[in-house]
């Protein structure tokens, strides 16, 4: 299994990037998705879920209504478009997948930085 973000970079408060996870090693028209992110300091914490089908999505409270996760199973791609960015939002973001309730996935990580 590999996940392989990339998408990050520098931006000003209220910009926009958009982040991709390409997967392979299973198959990923079969796998939920998961973004987190992990702040300097902080602990890693949840920010958007999507299902296989890409029917059913959530999101963390911090982020509704500025992310949204998509994917597209023809390109094993999940995405997470990132709006009104703010300084908060300055993580190293992770794609995730599992299998089962052992075998758990990680991306290397992406850096955002929001900084005027």
């Known amino acids: 299994v590999q996940l392989v973000e990339s998408g990050g970079g520098s931006v000003q408060p209220g910009g926009s990037l958009r982040l991709s996870c390409v997967a392979s090693?299973?198959?990923?028209?079969?796998?939920?998705m998961r973004w987190f992110r992990q702040a300097p300091g902080k602990e890693r914490e949840w920010v958007a879920y999507?299902?296989?089908?890409?029917?059913?999505?959530d999101y963390a409270d911090s982020v509704k209504g500025r992310f949204i996760i998509s994917r597209d199973n023809t390109k094993n791609t999940v995405y997470l478009q990132m709006n009104s960015l703010k300084p908060e939002d300055t993580a190293v973001y992770y794609c995730?997948?599992?299998?089962?309730?052992?075998?758990?996935?990680w991306g290397q990580g992406t850096q955002v930085t929001v900084s005027s």
């Open positions: 999507i299902n296989s089908p890409g029917a059913v999505r």
């Open positions: 995730y997948t599992q299998s089962g309730n052992t075998d758990k996935y």
């Open positions: 090693g299973f198959t990923f028209s079969e796998k939920d």
